[in-house]
């Protein structure tokens, strides 16, 4: 039992529904219906368009009425965001979450101009790994939206400087995948 559900929680493409077959070496048996499942969900992730991203900004605000009209974001201060996704198909789908840089693309521009990552960042970002690890797996149920991730902008950025911020994400989900939607918000950071 408990090796049934280490292969479940650590295959995507296993699910607690399909029956595992473990031969007596030790490996586990693919069944056709199993090669089948991670077949569809691989093509369903080649093309995430069904999959809608939104970004959350997570307020500094202690203030409850402050909350409602400013992000409260000062300059050279933690800026911290939430990654919403909702799956529009009829369907669940289930995937890995690995590195926090690699699936994620972000722009953030600064009163119109681009900023670039911070050093060490781009390289770990701009290179894409040659595989895909798996920290943890979601699964989006059909027309539901849950957060997968946060994302602080401090592991991507120096210190954002006082200024109208526009940030735009998107993600994949495969190394030869194509994107989701981009995503869009905009916050403001004021001086210290």
């Known amino acids: 039992m408990l090796l049934s559900l280490v292969l479940a929680a650590a295959s995507p493409a296993v699910s607690q529904q399909d029956k595992l077959k473990i031969n007596k070496h030790g490996q586990l048996e693919i069944t056709p219906e199993m090669a089948e499942k991670a077949r569809r ?67 953030l521009f600064r009163d119109g101009e681009l900023v670039p990552y911070r050093k060490d960042t781009a390289e770990i970002a701009d290179k894409p790994p040659v595989a895909l690890y798996n920290n943890y797996s979601v699964e989006l149920k059909p027309g539901k939206t849950q957060v997968v991730g946060v994302i602080s902008l401090a592991g991507w950025y120096e210190p954002l400087e006082p200024g109208h911020y526009q940030l735009d994400i998107k993600r994949r989900f495969l190394l030869d995948g194509g994107w989701t939607n981009t995503a869009s918000t905009t916050f403001e950071v004021e001086p210290e």
């Open 41 to 107: 969900r691989g093509e369903r992730l080649r093309d995430p368009s069904f999959i809608k991203l939104e970004i959350e900004p997570i307020s500094n605000c202690q203030d409850e009425e402050a909350k409602k009209i400013a992000d409260c974001y000062k300059a050279h201060g933690k800026v911290v965001l939430n990654l919403l996704m909702t799956n529009t198909s009829s369907e669940s789908i289930k995937f890995a979450i690995g590195s926090p840089y690699w699936p994620n693309s972000l722009q």
